[in-house]
Structure formats: structure tokens, C-alpha cells
């Protein structure tokens, strides 16, 4: 019995002994290949060199965060008290930053990620540091953060959608064209982490061209937000809140235009 067991192992063993002669004879034939020029080697240095080049640009994280409240009769007194603050990443899951919101269909609230290529971002770093984690913005001080990084909106750089999101939030008060131009930036640029911002464009841009009177432009804004999330799953996936308050945006558009048709039902 323990001579057969023997011969198992010796088996198994001559195995492996054949399996890495194999490799190593594979081996040389492709080294034969590439000596008479029929296989080009790729230049393994070019290729570790982009693979961290994109995994860099994958794990880059925001160096700042910045919390705005969107401008509308919805939003309670924790989300007003929010709006422009400055928080640092490590701070940002602490129970002070966990507000009890006063309205029951949920946080109005829209987190920025500041990124190391925005002009000023290292003073800034300080003073929420100096602050003790938590830093509110003026709204002259926005308005300043979005004006310095507008020129950064080239087709080159990365966070536009992030850059578009703070200018659609500070034209608000101002200058609504600019602020629903910003809005559809937002729906056409974002990528990446910057998809959380596109649901938030969707709600905001439909509700500003509804106020402002161009309800075909809302109606086509409220049809487009249910033909992107028409099978809504992950991260970035709208909510059944957010669907709820899309349907009866559509509802009302529709009675307004006088548009018959059926609603739309939330998807869960």
C-alpha cells in the first residue's frame, strides 16, 4: 500500500516537473520569434507607466468637501444652516456632520468634492484645519471659489461636472440662463464620482424652468431624467423619492400643457 502511495507522489511531482519545462520551452520559443522580428515586444515600461498613470487617476480623491444647499421652498433650517461649509475628508463621517433634516422627503444638501487642481485649495485646507475640521463659506466667498475656477473648464481637465454643479448653485440667485446652462453641463459632463450630481441637475434644472415658465423645456427635462434611469440600479441610481417628485413634476407639466398621457410610476 505504501509503494502505490509513493508512485502517487512521484506522479504528481513529474507533473509539475513537466508543466514548468513546458513554460520555460514556450518561453523560448517566443524569445526565437522576437529575435527573427515576427512577434513585436511591448515596451513593458510604457505599460506599468499608464497603468499607474490610471490607477492614480481612479484613486484620486477630493482634498475638501463642500456642502451647498440648493435654492428652494423645500429646504429646512439644518440644510440653510449647512450651505457653504467646508469639510476636510477625515472629518466628514463624524456625527457632527450628520444633520436631522426637518422635511420628510429628505436632505436638499449637495456635496462638492474640491480637488487639488482648484486655485486656492491648499490655503483653504489650512484655514479648515485651523477651524477645527468645519469651515462655512459666505456666499461672496463662493461666488469668489466658483469665479477663480471657472477659467479651469477647459475639455482638458478633469471635475467640470464638479466645477458646473458650484457655478449652476451660485447663478441661481442671479442669473437663472447661466444657472440652467450650468445644469445641463453638469447632465453632459459628469463622470466618475461626479455621477452623484446628475440626479440632483435633473430635479433642479426641470423645477428652474418650471418656475420660470418654459414648461415644454421642463417636460422634456422630466422626460429625459426618466429615459436615463429607466432601469435604475447603484450607486448614482435615483431614489424612489426622487422618482415620486419627477412623476409628479410630469403630472402637473402635462395638465399645464394639456398633454394627456399616463404617469409615470417609480421604479424600485
Not at 67 to 89: M, W, Y
Not at 152 to 170: D, E, I, N, S, Y
Not at 219 to 227: C, E, G, P
Request: glycine letters at 6%; aromatic letters at 8%; a positive charge.
Amino acid at each position: 500500500m505504501s509503494g502505490v502511495v509513493a508512485t502517487v507522489v512521484l506522479q504528481e511531482e513529474l507533473q509539475s516537473f513537466l508543466a514548468i519545462l513546458g513554460l520555460l520551452f514556450t518561453w523560448e520559443l517566443h524569445d526565437l520569434e522576437v529575435r527573427k522580428g515576427c512577434i513585436k515586444p511591448a515596451d513593458l515600461l510604457k505599460l506599468v507607466l499608464l497603468f499607474r498613470t490610471v490607477s492614480l487617476v481612479r484613486e484620486e480623491l477630493p482634498r475638501l468637501y463642500l456642502r451647498l444647499t440648493l435654492r428652494n421652498s423645500e429646504r429646512c433650517q439644518a440644510c440653510c444652516e449647512s450651505q457653504g461649509e467646508v469639510i476636510l475628508p477625515s472629518d466628514l463621517r463624524d456625527r457632527s456632520h450628520r444633520r436631522r433634516h426637518g422635511i420628510s422627503r429628505g436632505c436638499r444638501c449637495v456635496l462638492l468634492g474640491i480637488y487639488a487642481e482648484w486655485p486656492g485649495v491648499e490655503e483653504l485646507s489650512r484655514e479648515v484645519t485651523d477651524a477645527g475640521g468645519t469651515l462655512r463659506l459666505k456666499p461672496e466667498a463662493l461666488q469668489e471659489l466658483w469665479r477663480e475656477s471657472e477659467t479651469q473648464m477647459t475639455p482638458q481637465k478633469r471635475h467640470r461636472a464638479t466645477l458646473f454643479m458650484l457655478g449652476a448653485v451660485c447663478a441661481e440667485a442671479t442669473n437663472i440662463k447661466r444657472a440652467v446652462a450650468c445644469y445641463r453641463a453638469v447632465i453632459a459632463y459628469a463622470q466618475g464620482r461626479e455621477l452623484d450630481y446628475v440626479v440632483p441637475a435633473y430635479l433642479r434644472l426641470s423645477y428652474l424652468l418650471e418656475a420660470c415658465g418654459m414648461l415644454r423645456e421642463a417636460l422634456d427635462i422630466v422626460r429625459a431624467f426618466f429615459k436615463t434611469f429607466k432601469r435604475p440600479k447603484g450607486r448614482y441610481a435615483p431614489t424612489e423619492v426622487h422618482f415620486i417628485e419627477m412623476a409628479t413634476r410630469q403630472e402637473r407639466l402635462h395638465r399645464l400643457l394639456g398633454i394627456s398621457s399616463k404617469p409615470q410610476s417609480p421604479i424600485t
